[in-house]
């Protein structure tokens, strides 16, 4: 099933999962031992991010075809235009199209390691948008796209970073996945503002459930989200403790959604980290509010 059929089907809100292709053969085993468990949390679909350069790339494939077609659950590739010219992009949709996969998560990809700033090679994508357009072009995927509720980290401001997501869901994109974010505000005056820009697809927020103070300062230091100082204080109090800091995170994530869903949000997509325990505590506190089947 295709995005657009996803979420305009009726039901709960999409919950739906991120995972990413480990660089071990250690880490493609626990990942086949947490995906059953993400699965039985019963996702509406799983997205399988897409490495900067190297052997991940080769495993997004592989994961994707195995959560579509030994846990039956939809699911869509990460692309990104990184080192790619239109034929290798080409030879990576015919790939995933041969698994069953229909979903694409198209990206322009960041500067790999050494660069300052992102260079298409010859043949290729300078920009998401670009990608998107072949990609619709192509005629056989549903695609996703990145937006920045605290706007990209390379845009000079908040209103250019809308323009040039607006290019993108006008090149052809069914729903918009959000970067993390730990402030619902940012999130619902990004919604706003892409609204008066016309974009009318789903806008579907990502989050990512935080376990410690040193992690999502790590995390929202690379991509630039606010750590609002109440959550820095809840996880500063657990101090030393590992598993009160990873409560204190898994609270705000369950009153994150729960502001996003009353909302009305079409649906949530976690970073889950290649983890389920932490996922099992979310979903379980957002089905006891009823908020989730
Ligand atoms: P773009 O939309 O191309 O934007 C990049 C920058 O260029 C922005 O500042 C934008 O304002 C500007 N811009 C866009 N279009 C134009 C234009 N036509 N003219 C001028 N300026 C323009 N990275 C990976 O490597 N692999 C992944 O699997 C992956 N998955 C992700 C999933 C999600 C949901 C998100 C939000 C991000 C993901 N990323 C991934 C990270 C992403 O690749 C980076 O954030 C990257 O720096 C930007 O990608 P983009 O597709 O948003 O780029």
């Known amino acids: 099933m295709r995005f657009s059929e996803i979420y305009s089907s009726p039901g709960s809100p999409v919950i739906s999962f991120e995972v990413f292709p480990p660089k071990t053969s250690r880490g493609m085993d626990s990942l086949r031992e947490v995906l059953p468990r993400l699965a039985a949390l019963e996702p509406r679909f799983m997205t399988v991010t897409y490495?900067?350069?190297?052997?991940?790339?080769?495993?997004?494939?592989?994961?994707?075809?195995?959560?579509h077609n030994?846990?039956?659950?939809?699911?869509?590739?990460?692309?990104?235009?990184?080192?790619?010219?239109?034929?290798?992009?080409?030879g990576q949709l015919k790939h995933i199209h041969g698994h069953g996969i229909e979903n694409i998560v198209a990206l322009r990809g960041d500067p790999p390691r050494g660069q300052d700033s992102f260079q298409a090679v010859e043949g290729g994508f300078s920009y998401a948008n670009e990608l998107v357009e072949h990609i619709r072009s192509n005629g056989r995927f549903d695609i996703a796209v990145g937006g920045y509720p605290e706007k990209h980290i390379e845009a000079p401001d908040f209103e250019t970073d809308l323009v040039?997501?607006?290019?993108?869901?006008?090149?052809g994109a069914d729903v918009v996945i959000t970067q993390l974010f730990y402030d619902n505000q940012h999130f619902?005056?990004?919604?706003?503002?892409?609204?008066?820009?016309?974009?009318?697809?789903?806008?579907?927020?990502?989050?990512?459930?935080?376990?410690?103070?040193?992690?999502?300062?790590?995390?929202?230091?690379?991509?630039?989200?606010?750590?609002?100082?109440?959550?820095?204080?809840?996880?500063?109090?657990?101090?030393?403790?590992?598993?009160?800091?990873?409560a204190a995170g898994v609270d705000w994530c369950i009153e994150q959604c729960a502001g996003l869903l009353e909302a009305g949000v079409e649906g949530i997509h976690y970073y889950v980290l290649n983890k389920s325990e932490v996922m099992e505590k979310v979903i379980a506190g957002l089905r006891a509010r009823e908020l989730i089947i």
Do not use: W, Y
Not at 191 to 198: D, I, L, T
Not at 203 to 209: A, D, H, M
């Open 164 to 171: 040039n997501l607006a290019r993108k869901v006008n090149s």
């Open 51 to 67: 490495g900067a350069m190297g052997t991940t790339r080769i495993r997004t494939v592989e994961i994707a075809s195995m959560i």
């Open 188 to 246: 619902f005056r990004f919604c706003e503002a892409a609204a008066e820009k016309g974009i009318s697809c789903p806008i579907v927020p990502g989050l990512l459930p935080i376990q410690s103070l040193a992690q999502v300062e790590k995390i929202a230091g690379l991509c630039g989200a606010e750590v609002p100082s109440e959550l820095q204080d809840r996880l500063g109090s657990a101090g030393d403790d590992p598993e009160a800091a990873a």
């Open 70 to 90: 030994e846990f039956g659950l939809e699911c869509a590739c990460h692309l990104t235009c990184v080192g790619a010219s239109r034929d290798q992009v080409d």
